[in-house]
Structures are given as structure tokens and as C-alpha cells.
């Protein structure tokens, strides 16, 4: 899984107790739970408004004497600002898994770390059902790697991990990558009628950027009409929710970490359906109802 891929990566690069890894808390858990599996200590960062990822200035804020390196996930497909967090200096840890196939300034996302991770999950850009990967540059890294994720056969204790992908999943994923550049232009297809359909209603959006794969298309309203809308549409029957379940520093957190942004994204923020198999008519009735209840909204 993607998780598994950025556990290995952590130990492979001997993260552990005693250790700071910097990770913004507007993300999935997986990135918690990696590092926690390694004993290390979580430091979240907050974002940035306009493209809701790590925000490079808070990052500098957050670094110690204890800090080994920094994950870096592309929130739903929108593209980190990754020159200036590689500039910083510590090692950088893409993460990819919603953002396979886009881009930040003509370069592929996941060449800019030092190691890039991968979910093929079956929600993911592409998908082997479950399954993940790991990619680097580095030789070394890549080896410990493949070293962690079997523990058959060897003649040594040290501790190693059944983490290995099945050929069957493997396979449908050499047929998805096949079919990535028409997944990614069907969700930029979606996501130009989106943007069409929201210019007269009280929305807005994360900057765009021609990179980005559009994982999940995300609206922004005013805090007290989130949940409103969310209910109303699914009442409609169309699945609209919240881009993350809840701040991860809201869930797991030693300190009283004050992220600002992250709560007031997080209030402001919601999806709704974006995935290659939807239909004209299904893009159509979702732009209908939401319009419907933006009315509702306004009034």
C-alpha cells in the first residue's frame, strides 16, 4: 500500500525514536501512522490558502536540531511548491498518491525529492486495488528498500516486513498506466465544466495550475454554509464531503499546535464527484443540484 511504501522509505532512510519528521496536518492519516510506526515524532506544518498544501514558510518554522525530513503530499492533484521546499535543504518525501501524471513547472511531480511514494488504492489516480510503490534516484535507498519489504530467506534477525505487491495487482497496474493520459484528461475534461458551471455561484477553488490531475475537485464557501451543502446534496444523492476526515493535529497531537489556516480551510472546504467513468449527463446533474443548492445558500 501507499502507506506500507512510506513506512519502508522512513526506515529505510533510518528514521526513529528521538527523530522530527515535518508533515502538514491537512492530509490523510497514512502520513501519520508511517511515521508513528517508527517511533519518530510528528511536527505539523500548516498550508498554504491557495493551494491548500505544506506551506514552505511554516516548514522553516517548524525545523530543529531533531527534524530528518519532510513529507510532502500534492493535495488532491494540486501541485506543491516544491522548488522552494527542496531549497530548504532537508530531505523531501513526496508524496504522489494523489498526484501521479501531474506536474510543477513543466517538471513530473515526485522528481524532485529525494524519494517519491505511491498509492494505487482503488480511489487513486490509477489502481491495482491495493498496492504502492517507492521511486528514487538513489541506489542505496531503493535497495534498503527491497531489503524491508520481504523477510524471507534471509540469514540475519533483523527485522523485516511482508509488504510485497502480488503479481496479480502488479498487473492490473502495468494495464492502468497504460491508460493514465486518458484518466488525467477525463478529470481535466470534469473539471473545466466544474469551473464553467461555478462562476456566477459563491464558490471558489485552489489556484489553478496546469499540473494538476484534479484527484478531487474542491470548493471553497463560507464556514457555516459547509455542512449545509454537504447534507443537501447528498439528500440529492450525489456523494459531496469534506476533502480530509479531520486535521491531523486534531486527532493525534502532544502540543498545542496552532495552525490557523488548516481550521479555517477545513471549514471552508468541501468536494464533490470527479473520477473518469462520470458521464456528461451525471457532470451535468451534479452542476444542476449544486447550483440548486447554492440558491438555497444565498438566499
Not at 504522489?96 to 525529492?113: D, M, V
Not at 493514465?180 to 466544474?194: D, G, H, M, V
Request: with cysteine.
Amino acid at each position: 500500500s501507499g502507506t506500507s511504501a512510506l513506512h519502508l522509505v522512513l526506515k529505510a532512510m533510518d528514521i526513529g525514536p528521538d527523530d522530527e519528521v515535518i508533515i502538514p496536518s491537512y492530509t490523510c492519516t497514512a502520513l501519520l501512522n508511517a511515521v508513528r510506526y517508527t517511533g519518530a515524532h510528528p511536527v505539523y506544518a500548516d498550508i498554504s490558502p491557495h493551494n491548500l498544501n505544506i506551506n514552505p514558510d511554516d516548514i522553516k518554522n517548524r525545523i530543529t536540531s531533531k527534524t530528518r525530513a519532510i513529507i510532502v503530499p500534492h493535495m488532491f492533484g494540486y501541485p506543491a511548491e516544491m522548488e522552494r521546499i527542496v531549497n530548504i535543504g532537508l530531505p523531501v518525501i513526496e508524496d504522489c498518491a494523489q498526484a501521479l501524471g501531474g506536474t510543477y513547472n513543466n517538471r513530473p511531480l515526485g522528481s524532485f525529492g529525494k524519494v517519491t511514494v505511491l498509492s494505487f488504492y482503488a480511489t487513486k489516480v490509477i489502481t491495482t486495488g491495493e498496492g504502492g510503490m517507492v521511486l528514487s534516484n538513489s541506489i542505496d535507498l531503493i535497495d534498503k528498500v527491497k531489503d524491508l519489504r520481504d523477510y524471507d530467506k534471509r540469514g540475519d534477525t533483523k527485522l523485516r516486513y511482508n509488504y510485497k505487491m502480488t503479481d496479480i495487482q502488479a498487473a492490473i497496474g502495468i494495464v492502468q498506466m497504460g491508460r493514465l493520459s486518458s484518466f488525467l484528461e477525463k478529470r481535466k475534461q470534469i473539471a473545466r465544466k466544474y469551473m464553467e458551471g461555478i462562476r456566477e455561484l459563491p464558490f471558489e477553488t485552489p489556484e489553478f495550475n496546469p499540473g494538476c490531475t484534479f484527484y478531487r475537485f474542491i470548493l471553497k464557501c463560507e464556514p457555516e454554509n459547509a455542512d449545509f451543502i454537504i447534507e443537501e446534496m447528498k439528500k440529492r444523492a450525489i456523494d459531496c464531503e469534506k476533502p480530509i476526515f479531520l486535521p491531523l493535529h486534531n486527532i493525534y497531537s502532544s502540543d498545542n499546535t496552532l495552525l490557523p489556516v488548516t481550521e479555517d480551510v477545513y471549514k471552508r472546504c468541501i468536494s464533490i464527484p470527479i473520477y473518469p467513468a462520470l458521464t456528461d449527463t451525471e457532470v451535468s446533474w451534479i452542476m444542476k443540484n449544486l447550483k440548486e443548492v447554492a440558491e438555497v445558500v444565498k438566499l
